[in-house]
Nanobody
Framework: QVQLVESGGGLVQPGGSLRLSCVAS????????MGWYREIGGSQRRLVAS?????????NYHDSAKGRFILSIDNAKSTITLQMNNLRPEDTGVYYC?????????????WGQGTQVTVSS
């Protein structure tokens, strides 16, 4: 099992910055991917940024996050940070920390409790 606890959300003006942090505990060593998703108005959660650890590692960003957001994960897979810069009103939503473990036939998803980000003047 893996437990994820987020922090760092809040209200910020357009153009401002926020730093989201997620502390992971439990069986983190075997995780294959970690990242952040955003949920807007109870709809489906959509990827913001993720990092896959296989084959030297690869970080993937949603097009809207490229050039503005930076995903960081420590070597122990215990802390996931999303630095969000130049925030826009459309970045508003509940941000969820995510971790995934793959087998040949299944993907196990772990989620944090979510943290609200509101971008508004």
């Amino acid at each position: 099992q893996v437990q994820l606890v987020e922090s760092g959300g809040g209200l910020v003006q357009p153009g401002g910055s926020l730093r989201l942090s997620c502390v992971a505990s439990g069986s983190t060593a075997g995780l294959d991917k970690m990242g952040w998703y955003r949920e807007i108005g109870g709809s489906q959660r959509r990827l913001v940024a993720s990092h896959a650890f296989a084959s030297g590692g690869h970080t993937n960003y949603h097009d809207s996050a490229k050039g503005r957001f930076i995903l960081s994960i420590d070597n122990a897979k215990s802390t996931i940070t999303l630095q969000m810069n130049n925030l826009r009103p459309e970045d508003t939503g509940v941000y969820y920390c995510n971790a995934q473990r793959f087998t040949l036939t299944t993907t196990t998803m772990y989620w944090g409790q979510g943290t609200q980000v509101t971008v508004s003047s």
